[in-house]
């Protein structure tokens, strides 16, 4: 009973965070920045923005309606894939609509129709809805795939100027038995992203995306052990998982600099009454296929330098867990191997018996400076001044996926803030200021980016950065360096 | 470079035939007296001309113990003074000399040092500075040092960096904060506390750009003629 009162209580401790604001949508597109803002668009004509992808709001339906749009951006103009059943399911067709500005508020907002770029007649084996989207990075070919059960997912080709299908581009069928599909390239390879399971059935749907790849664009797209996805093959890319169930509709979100991110829905959030709810996540990608990742959950972290392999800390005095030993003599004296019978030093491989609780910082920290604390790097040893906990800043803003966080040593109010001069410092206490706050993005590595939202005196993003075994400075982030790159770990 | 030490030191430059008169009885040394009056960081940025005291005794490596040790006065203008190869300084009552030095590698071996002067090289305290002489003001550097073991570091008088407790020497170990190396002179100095064993230290400037700086030339104050 003990064992599992300790486990709700680190589960809680460790808190996720969702998004914020009005994120009820189903079936959103890919996430489309226009003059800085987000946007999304479900089924139904329904519409989010966001300033900073963290917050979102209720935006401006579009000038057609339909079921699960898709969104890309080519040249100047956001062109909108709309999907709609014309009577009965199976049969449906696509249409296109295009703006070249996404902000109703401005004089260029107007949509333009130009008309059905694939369909489904009703009688053959597909359902021509849910498109999605591919601007091919290595041949600048625009393609489409589309489709809900009743039969296969398809790939056309759109003209990658007009969005408009490509003369004599025919359907070729990828998948079967699955919607919402998508399609991403990543080194070498493509990528059909699709969703399986049932959906609209709140907290029972069953949801889930899974994942195929090809070397062509054409297929066939096989998943980890083989089974094409023609044949219902598919990696698990994400399934239901805390409080979220039946997620659906991957959308890929390319932040740069190796960033990336991707959207969904989820069916039912649990702590939104089971409604349908917009999601940011870090993109990850091992031995070759994509992982899903988990936006930073709040909780008391060591954070290591994939560089150095040391720890951030405070740079105070440490004590030891269980405080100071004397070292063992090994060199034949009093009490050391070999040494005379006289030694009456305790012998620190021993132990001292029982349980060693950990630091109390309010003990441990009594002989550490008031004011501002440098910042360093050091071997990990369990103490208080290396254990960081997150907290989510409630309204402050965030970025895709996240709140900004403040970072302060576990029990204390000493807070990590980007000083005067673009370095590091410990406060000793959080006031709110934008060099306090910090954007923590999980890379695909799986490691993490850790971005204070402003450094004094410069406007470039910097990074908390590794510099030599056991200093830490703010710099530019590197995505081919390890310096800026940090593990966090449950201490 | 020619082979250290020259137990009394009359001159900052000697030749190779004095230099071997004076060989020392211990296994080769990686020091060797400055042959130039100046020099240049090697290729990878590393300064290999310093001017180090004889050790001091001194104990304790935690982070209020090096603080400690290092703001002890031993001796007059302990933070401010360019010692000349040969001086003197009394400290507990004993006369302990600054020696010039050339390293052959990247680092300082202090062990070396010691040893070939019949000196203790654990449980004390080496002081060492050598000036860098920059051609232009050059901002946004980094003084980046390593060190075994616990070790503070001062550049034109401020203390940029230091490390703690019983560690190795390990290339840009500690990295200072931005500073501002200025046109013409600028004093290195460090201390470097040891417990037992072995005891080095290396230090190198690192530009803007995190590369070795190596637009500067090293010398060490002149022995008294």
């Not at chain 1, 519409?47 to 963290?54: M, T, Y």
């Not at chain 2, 003197?88 to 300082?108: C, E, F, I, P």
């Not at chain 2, 190396?181 to 005891?199: E, M, P, Y």
């Amino acid at each position: 009973m003990k064992l599992i009162l300790a486990a709700t209580i680190v589960l809680s401790a460790m808190r996720a965070v969702a998004l914020d604001g009005q994120v009820q949508i189903h079936d959103p597109s890919t996430l489309i920045r226009c003059d800085g803002k987000y946007y999304t668009y479900g089924t139904g004509g329904s519409c989010l923005v966001s300033d900073d992808g963290w917050t979102w709001r209720r935006g401006v339906a579009p000038a057609r309606r339909g079921m699960a749009p898709d969104i890309i951006q080519l040249g100047d103009r956001y062109c909108l894939y709309v999907a709609a059943n014309l009577g009965a399911q199976p049969k449906a067709a696509i249409n296109l609509i295009w703006n070249r500005t996404l902000d109703p508020n401005s004089p260029d907002y107007k949509w333009e129709e130009s008309g059905v770029v694939a369909s489904s007649d009703g009688i053959e084996d597909c359902n021509a809805i849910d498109p999605g989207l591919c601007l091919d990075p290595v041949t600048g070919k625009l393609w489409m795939v589309y489709g809900s059960y009743f039969g296969f997912i398809r790939l056309v080709q759109l003209d990658a100027k007009t969005g408009l299908r490509e003369p004599g581009s025919e359907p070729v069928n990828v998948a079967i038995n699955c919607e919402a599909s998508d399609l991403i390239y990543h080194d070498g390879w493509y990528y059909l992203l699709a969703t399986h399971g049932s959906c609209c059935r709140g907290s029972d749907s069953g949801y889930n995306i899974r994942v195929g790849r090809a070397r062509s664009v054409l297929g066939p797209y096989l998943d980890h052990t083989g089974v094409d996805m023609i044949q219902g093959g598919g990696k698990l890319f994400l399934g239901s998982g805390g409080r979220f169930i039946g997620p659906g509709h991957f959308g890929l979100l390319d932040l740069g600099d190796g960033v990336q991110k991707f959207s969904c829905h989820f069916e039912a959030d649990l702590d939104r009454g089971g409604a349908s709810v917009l999601d940011i996540r870090p993109l990850l990608w091992k031995d070759g296929w994509p992982v899903a990742g988990e936006n930073l959950r709040e909780g008391t972290y060591e954070i290591e330098s994939v560089r150095t392999g040391t720890a951030l800390e405070l740079a105070v005095e440490g004590m030891p867990v269980g405080g100071r030993r004397a070292r063992r003599n090994f060199g034949g004296g009093p009490g050391g191997p070999g040494g005379g019978a006289g030694g009456q030093r305790p012998n620190p491989f021993t132990g001292q018996g029982g349980t060693i609780p950990p630091q109390d910082v309010s003990q441990v920290s009594t002989n550490w400076p008031a004011g501002n604390v440098p910042v360093r790097l050091a071997n990990y040893l369990c103490q208080s001044q290396q254990k960081w906990t997150f907290s989510a800043v409630t309204n402050a803003g965030g970025y895709p996926g996240s709140p900004y966080f403040r970072i302060t040593i576990e029990g204390t109010d000493r807070t990590l803030a980007a000083d005067e001069e673009g370095e590091l410092v410990a406060l000793s206490s959080f006031t709110g200021g934008p060099e306090q706050l910090w954007r923590v993005d999980q890379l695909t590595d799986a490691t993490w980016r850790v971005m204070p939202k402003a450094a004094l005196k410069t406007a470039e993003p910097l990074a908390l950065s590794a510099i030599g075994s056991s200093s830490v400075t703010l710099a530019r982030f590197d995505p081919n360096s390890d310096e800026q790159r940090w593990i966090f770990k449950t201490p | 470079m020619k082979p250290f030490p020259l137990l009394v030191c009359m001159c900052l430059f000697v030749s190779h035939a004095q230099a071997a008169e004076s060989a020392s009885p211990y296994p080769a040394t990686s020091l060797a007296r400055p042959d130039s009056p100046e020099t240049t960081p090697d290729a990878a940025g590393f300064i290999r001309r310093w001017i180090i005291l004889e050790p001091i005794g001194c104990n304790g490596l935690t982070d209020s113990a090096v603080q400690a040790a290092v703001k002890t006065e031993y001796f007059p203008n302990q933070f401010s003074v360019i010692p000349r190869d040969g001086d003197s300084v009394t400290v507990g009552g004993t006369n302990l000399v600054w020696h010039a030095v050339d390293t052959k590698g990247y680092n300082v071996n202090l062990y070396h040092f010691a040893h070939s002067l019949g000196k203790p090289s654990s449980f004390v305290l080496f002081w060492a500075v050598t000036v860098v002489n920059c051609p232009e003001e050059i901002r946004g550097v980094r003084l980046a040092i390593g060190s075994n073991a616990a070790s503070v570091w001062w550049v034109n008088g401020q203390e940029v960096v230091g490390i703690y407790g019983d560690r190795q020497t390990v290339i840009d170990d500690g990295v200072s904060r931005r500073l501002t190396l200025r046109k013409g002179q600028n004093i290195v100095r460090c201390a470097v506390i040891n417990g037992g064993g072995a005891t080095d230290f290396c230090a190198r400037f690192l530009d803007a750009e995190e590369k070795p700086l190596k637009r500067f030339t090293v010398s060490v104050g002149q022995a008294a003629k």
